[in-house]
C-alpha cells in the first residue's frame, strides 16, 4: 500500500513518513506513550516557524459560509487569511462533510507546510440521534451501555466531519441548582470514574483507523461543578482534600483511557483561573499524570481572565495562558495575536510553545489526518449513516436503562393493557423538542418521539390527552433564557374533566429542555410555573395519578412523594423518549435505575451529597438543639443517591467476610444474598460502600467502591460478591499522597447509599 502524501514538499514528506512506509500513522496507544507519532511530530516541528507553530495553538469558530465567496475584510477576513497560512489548527461548529473538506482543502493545500486542521464540536449526547442526557444515563448505572451510547454518537458525528467531541465532562456537583449537573454523571467520584472511562472507550474506540471513531476531550480541569451556590461560571473555594479525592478521580480515569485531549475550566481555584493555572495544568495533569495530548481552553476563558482580575489585557492572558500549560486558544485569539512577541519578549519560553505545538500535532497524526486529511469526509457515508435505524435502537435502550422509579404505591405500575381510560395530562406529555435536553447537538427541534406518541402505539386502552397548562411563553432559544407561563391557567379545567372519570391518570411535568445546560442555574427548583398548580387541581378529582417527571437536575418532589401514589423520574431521554416511557409504564421493560444524584427535601440543603463527613456533632439528643441539623428540615435527602425502585422486590440478607482481617496485598472478599420477592423478572443494581471509620484526616461516613447489575428472576436468590483491596481504601492523606492507612473499617451492601446491612475488618500493613 502505498503512503499517501498531498501536495508536502519532499523535505516536509521525508520528515513525516515512518521508517516503515506501509505502516498507518493511527495508532491505538494512549497519546501518552512514546510512539513513531512522537518522532514524526518532532520532524514536522523542526520544519515549523515560531508562527506556524502558534497557529496551531490557534482553533477559531467556523466564520464564514464556505460554499459562498471568500470573505474580503473584517475578522472573517483575517480569520480566512490565518488559515491560508497555517495559523489555524482547529475550527469547531463546522457541520457537514462538504463545508469540512471545502475548509480542509484550504488549510493543506494553501498553507505553506499543508498541515491539516482538527474539527471539534459538542457532541454530548449524540449528534443528531439523542441519547439521554449524560446525567439520565449515569441513572442506568450500565457501563456498557453508556459505551455503546458513545460510540454511537462518535459514528454519527464522524460521518458529517467531525473528527473531535468536547465530552466527556466529567465534573463532580453536588448541587442541582448549577444547570450543568445535566451533563455530567452527578455527586459520586467512583462512579463518575466509571462512566468517565467508558465514555472515553465510548468515543475513541480502541483506535482511529476508521472514521467512526473520535476525540474525546475531558472536561472542566478542574472542580466547575462545585461553583458557588450552584451559580454557573462562578468562583471555586475548596480544600486539597476536596480536590484530590472528589475532583480529580475522574479526570484521572480517563487519562488511564487514553483519552487525547482535556479541556480547563471557566472558573478559579485558589485565587487562579483555571486556563492559567501551572499547578493543574503542568504539574498535576502533565507532571503527575503523565497526560501527552493537549489541553485546549473553553469557549474565550483566555481573555476571561481580564474579567477574573489576573490579567490585565489580552496579550498578558496570552502569556498568563502559555506559561500556564493551555495549548490551544479557543475563540479568544489572544495566541495567535500576542505569543510570538511574547516569546520574542522572553515572558513566554519558546520550549513551552514547542511542547504545545508538538501534543496537537501528535494528535493530529494519531487521527491519520496526515494520511488523510479527508479521511472524515465522505458524502456517501454521511447520507447512510447519520439517522441511522441501529442508532435509534440503540439510543431506545439506553432511554430504557436510564429511566427511575421513584415510587409505586399498591403497584399502581406497569399500567393495564386493556380495558381502561387513561387521561395522560401536560405539555411535556405532546412535546417533541424538550425531551432532547439541553447541548442537543445537531438534532432537529420537535424530532423526539413525545410521550403521547409513544403511549399511542398502546392500542388496547382509551387514551385521553389534555394539556393543561402551557410551560414556556413563546419557543425556547439556546443561549436564551426560557420565559416560563406563570399567568395563563387556561387548559387547567379542561385537563380535570379529563381526569375525573379516568381509571388511571398520567400527568408529565418537569422542565423544558433549555431550562438546563450551560448558564441554567436555578434557585427554585419546584416543578417550574403553574405545574404544581395543576398536579394538585388533577390530584382533587383522582388520586389515581402516574407522575412522569421530564428534567435535568434533581428536582422537589415533596409534595408528589406525600400524595401522588407513582413517581416515574424520565428526565430528558433524547430521540426516542416517549416510545422508552411508554414502554416502561406498560410494563414491556422492568426499570432498574438508580440516581446517581441525591433528590434534596429543600434548596436550602444544597450542596447535599451521601458522602458526607461525619462533623464532630453528627446526632442530636432529647431537645438539644446544640448538634449538625437544620431547625426546619431534616438533614437527610427525600431520595438517597444509589436510590431506584422496580417492579421487581429485592430482599437482602446474610452478608459475610472471606476474613476480617486485610493485610498488604491481600484481599477480602464480601457477599450477601439477593432475592427477587417480587412477581416479575427484574435486574437490581447492586451497591458495595466502605467507611473507614478513623484517618489522619477525617472520612466520610460511607464510599460506593464497587456495583453490579445482577438479573433476578422471580422467586430467585443469587449471591454477590465484591473483593476488597488495599487500592480500594486508599485515599490522598494529610500525609499529601495516595495510601492506604490501617485501622477500622465498616463495609455496607444494598441497594442505595442507606445500605443498612454491614460487616467489620481491620486493614494492617
Known amino acids: 500500500m502505498k503512503r499517501r502524501i498531498l501536495m508536502l514538499p519532499q523535505a516536509i514528506a521525508i520528515a513525516v513518513l515512518w521508517s516503515c512506509s506501509t505502516q498507518k500513522t493511527a495508532i491505538s496507544q494512549p497519546i501518552s506513550a512514546s510512539t513513531e507519532v512522537d518522532r514524526k511530530a518532532d520532524s514536522l516541528l523542526r520544519l515549523m516557524t515560531l508562527e506556524e507553530k502558534i497557529g496551531q495553538m490557534n482553533q477559531y469558530n467556523g466564520f464564514w459560509e464556505v460554499t459562498g465567496p471568500a470573505p474580503k475584510d473584517g475578522a472573517a477576513a483575517i480569520k480566512y487569511e490565518h488559515l491560508k497560512k497555517g495559523w489555524v489548527g482547529s475550527m469547531l461548529n463546522v457541520l457537514g462533510t462538504k463545508d469540512v473538506r471545502a475548509l480542509q482543502k484550504i488549510a493543506v493545500e494553501e498553507s505553506r507546510l499543508h498541515i491539516p486542521v482538527i474539527f471539534g464540536y459538542d457532541v454530548i449526547h449524540g449528534y443528531q440521534t439523542l441519547s439521554p442526557i449524560p446525567l439520565a444515563e449515569s441513572a442506568s448505572w450500565d457501563l456498557d451501555a453508556i459505551q455503546k451510547s458513545a460510540s454511537i454518537a462518535a459514528e454519527e458525528a464522524a460521518a458529517v466531519g467531525i473528527n473531535w467531541t468536547f465530552a466527556p465532562m466529567v465534573d463532580i456537583t453536588r448541587d442541582a441548582r448549577w444547570g450543568r449537573v445535566m451533563e455530567g454523571a452527578g455527586e459520586d467520584p ?254 432537529k427541534d420537535g424530532s423526539a418521539v413525545s410521550v403521547l406518541e409513544g403511549m399511542q402505539k398502546y392500542t388496547g386502552n382509551r387514551l385521553v390527552f389534555e394539556k393543561g397548562v402551557d410551560l414556556a411563553m413563546g419557543t425556547p432559544v439556546f443561549g436564551s433564557e426560557t420565559k416560563i407561563n406563570m399567568t395563563d391557567r387556561t387548559g387547567i379545567e379542561q385537563a380535570v374533566s379529563a381526569a375525573k372519570d379516568a381509571d388511571v391518570v398520567v400527568i408529565v411535568l418537569g422542565e423544558i429542555g433549555f431550562q438546563t445546560g450551560e448558564g441554567r442555574s436555578r434557585v427554585n427548583l419546584e416543578l417550574p410555573g403553574l405545574q404544581q398548580e395543576l398536579l394538585e387541581a388533577v390530584y382533587q378529582v383522582n388520586k389515581n395519578i402516574v407522575l412522569v417527571v421530564n428534567n435535568g437536575r434533581p428536582l422537589l418532589l415533596n409534595w408528589a412523594d406525600a400524595h ?54 453528627p446526632g442530636g439528643g432529647g431537645e438539644s438543639v446544640f448538634w449538625s441539623h437544620y431547625g426546619d428540615e431534616k438533614n437527610t435527602p427525600l431520595y438517597p443517591f444509589g436510590y431506584g425502585l422496580g417492579y421487581s422486590k429485592f430482599e437482602y440478607s446474610n452478608i459475610r467476610l472471606s476474613k476480617n482481617v486485610l493485610s498488604g496485598n491481600d484481599k477480602i472478599t464480601v457477599s450477601a444474598d439477593v432475592k427477587n420477592i417480587g412477581k416479575m423478572d427484574g435486574k437490581e443494581v447492586v451497591q458495595m460502600y466502605l467507611r473507614d471509620l478513623f484517618g489522619s484526616s477525617t472520612r466520610p461516613v460511607r464510599e460506593l467502591k464497587g456495583f453490579e447489575m445482577v438479573p433476578l428472576k422471580s422467586g430467585e436468590m443469587k449471591t454477590v460478591s465484591f473483593d476488597i483491596d488495599k487500592k480500594q481504601l486508599e485515599y490522598y492523606t494529610r500525609n499529601n499522597r495516595w495510601e492506604a492507612e490501617p485501622g477500622d473499617f465498616k463495609v455496607f451492601i444494598g441497594g442505595n447509599s442507606d445500605a443498612t446491612l454491614q460487616a467489620d475488618f481491620k486493614y494492617v500493613n
Open 564 to 617: 401522588v401514589p407513582a413517581i416515574v423520574e424520565a428526565w430528558q431521554l433524547g430521540t426516542q423518549s416517549g416510545n422508552a416511557i411508554a414502554q416502561v409504564l406498560y410494563g414491556d421493560y422492568n426499570p432498574s435505575g438508580k440516581l446517581p444524584m441525591s433528590f434534596p427535601r429543600s434548596v436550602g440543603q444544597l450542596p447535599l451529597y451521601y458522602n458526607h463527613k461525619n462533623t464532630g456533632r
Open 190 to 443: 467512583y462512579l463518575g470514574s466509571k462512566i468517565a472511562y467508558a465514555r472515553v472507550k465510548g468515543f475513541q474506540g480502541d483506535n482511529f483507523k476508521n472514521a467512526k471513531t473520535i476525540v474525546a476531550c475531558t472536561k472542566h480541569f478542574a472542580a466547575y461543578g462545585f461553583a458557588e451556590a450552584g451559580r454557573d461560571y462562578n468562583t471555586v473555594d475548596i480544600g486539597t482534600e476536596t480536590l484530590y479525592n472528589v475532583v480529580f478521580p475522574p479526570f484521572k480515569a480517563t487519562v488511564d483511557a487514553g483519552v487525547y485531549t482535556f479541556m480547563n475550566s471557566f472558573n478559579e481555584i485558589n485565587g487562579i483561573p483555571s486556563t492559567g493555572s501551572a499547578f493543574l495544568q503542568r504539574d498535576v495533569l502533565k507532571g503527575d499524570w503523565g497526560f501527552g495530548g493537549f489541553v485546549v481552553s473553553d469557549w474565550g476563558s483566555m481573555g476571561e481572565m481580564i474579567a477574573h482580575g489576573q490579567a490585565r489585557d489580552g496579550k498578558e492572558a496570552a502569556e498568563i495562558a502559555a506559561n500556564g500549560g493551555s495549548d490551544m486558544d479557543m475563540e479568544s485569539s489572544v495566541y495567535v495575536e500576542h505569543l510570538a512577541a511574547l516569546v520574542r519578549e522572553g515572558k513566554v519560553r519558546e520550549s513551552y510553545i514547542d511542547d504545545a505545538a508538538r501534543r496537537i500535532l501528535k494528535v493530529k497524526f494519531a487521527l491519520g489526518l496526515f494520511d488523510d486529511p479527508y479521511k472524515y469526509c465522505n458524502e456517501a457515508n454521511e447520507k447512510a449513516t447519520v439517522g441511522k435505524k441501529e442508532f435509534h435502537d440503540g439510543v431506545l435502550d439506553m432511554a430504557k436503562k436510564s429511566i427511575v422509579l421513584l415510587k409505586n404505591q399498591n403497584d399502581l405500575l406497569p399500567l393495564k393493557k386493556s380495558g381502561q381510560k387513561i387521561a395522560l395530562i401536560g405539555a411535556l406529555a405532546n412535546d417533541k423538542s424538550s425531551p432532547l435536553g439541553s447541548w442537543r447537538g445537531a438534532a
